[in-house]
């Protein structure tokens, strides 16, 4: 069984900062690309960081400049650093990984239950 759980979510003032991590755990081989999405009601999940197993970052143009994503592979973790948040950066937050089972050796995406961000004005 492979878990992603994620945590650091809440209440934050317009400004702020807030730190975002997730931890991967279960019977895990290889975790290659892990990332951030978000999502509002009625809107379409979104990406918002994605860091490769080699340390390769994609961001939304949104979040470029504000926010950092990084990874501790022997913690099988990944964080995103958000800082000057806005309003609009209000959502729930996800977190995504792209995984090898060590039972059977395939690869596919996993998800975690997500965290909610709010940012205040």
């Known amino acids: 069984q492979v878990q992603l759980v994620e945590s650091g979510g809440g209440l934050v003032q317009a400004g702020g900062s807030l730190r975002l991590s997730c931890a991967a755990s279960g019977s895990i081989f290889k975790i290659n690309t892990m990332g951030w999405y978000r999502q509002t009601p009625g809107d379409q999940r979104e990406l918002v960081a994605s860091?490769?197993?080699?340390?390769?970052?994609n961001y939304a143009d949104s979040v470029k400049c504000r926010f950092t994503i990084s990874r501790d592979n022997a913690k099988k973790t990944v964080y995103l650093q958000m800082n000057s948040l806005k309003t609009e950066d209000t959502a729930v937050f996800y977190c995504?990984?792209?995984?090898?089972?060590?039972?059977?050796?395939?690869?596919?995406?996993?998800w975690g239950k997500g965290t909610l961000v709010t940012v205040s004005s």
């Open positions: 860091i490769t197993s080699g340390g390769i970052k």
């Open positions: 995504n990984a792209d995984l090898v089972r060590l039972l059977d050796r395939t690869s596919r995406a996993y």
